[in-house]
């Protein structure tokens, strides 16, 4: 068997990884963060995906008492019922 030198063979390789090694970092750096942004991505949409799901919680009915504190209710243009503070009480927002 004939004797060879390893330096000899991988010397252009060697050469040339130590003249562009800066530009490889930064090639293999950009490549990782983009597969990692391209993983998250699929993630999330696979995560929001709700089609064929269904809720273990199935409520159906309210009772009456929930029904009259819904209708007692009212919007924000509409006049409220004036607020009196307790006995004993100042209001400090009045003149």
């Known amino acids: 068997m004939k004797n060879t030198n390893l330096t000899t063979a991988f010397g252009p390789l060697i050469r040339a990884?130590?003249?562009?090694?800066?530009?490889?970092?930064?090639?293999?750096?950009?490549?990782?963060?983009?597969?990692?942004?391209?993983?998250?991505?699929?993630?999330?949409?696979?995560?929001?995906?709700?089609?064929?799901?269904?809720?273990?919680?199935?409520?159906?009915?309210?009772?009456?008492?929930?029904?009259d504190r819904v209708k007692q209710l009212h919007t924000s243009d509409e006049s409220s019922t004036g607020f009196t503070l307790p006995a004993g009480r100042i209001n400090p927002f009045s003149e």
Not at 36 to 47: C, K, R, Y
């Open 17 to 67: 990884f130590q003249r562009y090694n800066l530009t490889i970092f930064i090639v293999v750096l950009v490549s990782g963060l983009a597969t990692a942004v391209l993983m998250l991505n699929a993630t999330l949409i696979q995560s929001s995906d709700t089609t064929g799901y269904k809720s273990p919680v199935d409520i159906t009915s309210f009772d009456q008492a929930t029904i």
